[in-house]
């Protein structure tokens, strides 16, 4: 039978070859799928880069300053040239990865939960608290995002850590509207009724039968959010409120090298180049990750 | 049954009738209000979060501390926090915003004037965005799986993941720079500057109305880049909802019904199929324009496009706060609103959603 006979058996015999079965399934729907797994090569590329940039490019080219080598063509030394502070490009692409995986996974980590703790109890207790909860998800779902982000981050003050505050305060929404449609879905299933039975907690309920079935689709719902993310932050990386200098971010950089762009194109337009490739990336991914979720979407 | 019964259920009927969109128009006004209060809340805690102090702003750090202490109380920052709010809502609900800092206008006056040109560049994409991405979105439809509905899967997720700013550059790079096709940053060149009375606000038309037929040449060709780059993006998602939709009109019976009956496909996809589907569409095309003014920060930085996103841009960097809150407040109410017109206008155009109560 092989492993592939196992785990793709109808009858599974125990619940690890059940899931590693459904898993196995999933995996197979987007194997077919080659614009998502050029997406999955794509994300699994910035996080190996992100991690390891030190193996990819030299620290030390990315950020000294050689004012003999500014603005640099593209050659051996400087595969996508040097900007106007004579710093390698492509190491500075390779560095500001990790600016880039950084806002995307504290974004992450501060809307999903966000989302779940109003979408859940929302769902799941109905009646008035469901009417406030998602009462104020609608409002924030009826501001402009970017233009709200902004107006945060111009508050706050520029930085990292207030522009991923500013995205977060706008991005959190419709994981709450999700949160809140998982569970209803399942809050009158029999294998609540039957928890409910044996005496468990609202809150152990919640978190260990209503949150793993709800997460999938969250994560679908995160995968096709990235690129918005991404995009949103370089956006206020261009305007000057994302991270500061001299921190290669790919958006800071797009906006210092605007002024060299009819001469020396390479230094505004390849960072630019590198947020295109990855939002892509996330975008595929999550396209194919939708599908393989729902087949009915076609 | 006596008359008077007859009358009694009649007049119910009635009631049973009107009630419905009656309760639904003050559900909609109830929502608008709240959602309004909510902004007003957020950008007046945005307005209170800012690290930099008001007073110190207006008296500079030479003041005496009669002279601070004065102002203090002037403009209220020393007053209860709900007291402050309650007088910030009266000030926007007048539409006061204050005063800018850097043009030493009121906001309001500067917002009037900068809008017209968000709005000519708004609305061009948006047409731009329309016709091309409804039609593609019915053959990607109608050629659902095949390589067509791929090409044109792909082409949207492109649009989705192109950063604007990004691609305004490379197209300026290309088409003004390098093959000289079009206009380069800005809305006219300075030698049209001035010619054209001011009507409308939006050039093209103004040039129009005044038939200088060179003035509106020189507009269109500096409009044409930054319209069809935004276009290009909005087109991504018309494309996409209307390929959504039609797919589940394509999937009903009554397609099946009429082609049996003899029409021919293109009929049946481009009256019927898509004639049901315009009116879902016309809530994507809404949020569409709504997402192209917040788009148009970005955009109008790009292309030095004298408008409200540029405005914000430039006020945002003086840390022109009135202004900066001013710019969201007019981006947002116009965005509710477009939210509201498009759940009014849904069971005003379908007979479905009317008689859902």
Known sequence: ?298 | MTAAAAAVSAANEWVGHIAGPIRRVINLLFSVALTFLGLTCVTFFIGRIIPIDPVLAIVGDKASRATYNRVATEIGVNLPIPVQYWRYLNKVLHADFGVSLITAHPVLEDMTRVFPATMELALLALFVGTVFGVPLGVVAATHRGRWQDQLIRFGSLLGYSMPVFWLGLVGLLLFYARLGWVEGPGRLDVAYDDIVPTITGLITIDSLIAGESEVFWNALSHLVLPASILGYLSLAYVARMTRSFMLGQLRQEYVLATLAKGLSPFRVVWVHALGNVWVQLITVIALTFGSLLEGAVLTETVFAWPGLGLYMKNSLFNADLNAVLGGTMVIGVVYIFLNMLSDVIYPLVDPRARSRK
């Open chain 1, 1 to 298: 039978m092989g492993w592939r006979g196992w785990l793709l058996d109808p009858a599974p015999a125990s619940r690890r070859q059940a899931r590693l079965g459904r898993w196995y399934r999933a995996w197979l729907g987007l194997y077919r799928n080659g614009l998502a797994m050029t997406g999955l090569f794509i994300v699994l590329a910035l996080v190996l880069i992100a991690i390891f940039a030190p193996l990819f490019a030299n620290h030390a080219a990315a950020f000294t300053q050689t004012l003999e080598d500014r603005l640099q063509p593209m050659s051996w030394a400087h595969p996508f040239g040097t900007d106007e502070l004579g710093r390698d490009i492509y190491a500075r692409v390779i560095f500001g990865s990790r600016i880039t995986l950084t806002i995307v996974a504290l974004v992450s980590v501060i809307v999903v939960p966000v989302g779940l703790g109003i979408g859940l109890p929302a769902g799941y207790f109905g009646g008035w608290i469901d009417a406030v909860l998602m009462r104020i998800t609608d409002i924030f779902l009826a501001f402009p995002r970017l233009v709200l982000a902004l107006a945060f981050a111009a508050a706050l003050g520029p930085g990292i850590e207030n522009a991923v505050i500013a995205i977060s305060l706008t991005a959190w929404p419709p994981y709450a509207r999700l949160a809140r449609a998982e569970t209803l879905t399942r809050r009158n299933a029999e294998f609540i009724e039957a928890a409910e039975l044996q005496g468990a907690s609202h809150l152990r309920i919640l978190f260990t039968q209503i949150i793993p079935l709800s997460l999938p689709s969250v994560i679908i719902r995160l995968t096709l959010d990235m690129a918005g993310i991404i995009l949103t932050a370089a956006g206020l990386g261009f305007l000057g409120l994302g991270a500061q200098p001299p921190a290669p971010e790919w958006g800071a950089m797009v906006s210092s090298g605007r002024q060299y762009l009819l001469d020396q194109w390479w230094v505004a337009t390849i960072p630019g180049l590198a947020i295109f490739i990855v939002s892509l990336g996330f975008n595929l991914l999550g396209d194919g990750l939708r599908d393989v979720s729902d087949s009915r979407a076609g």
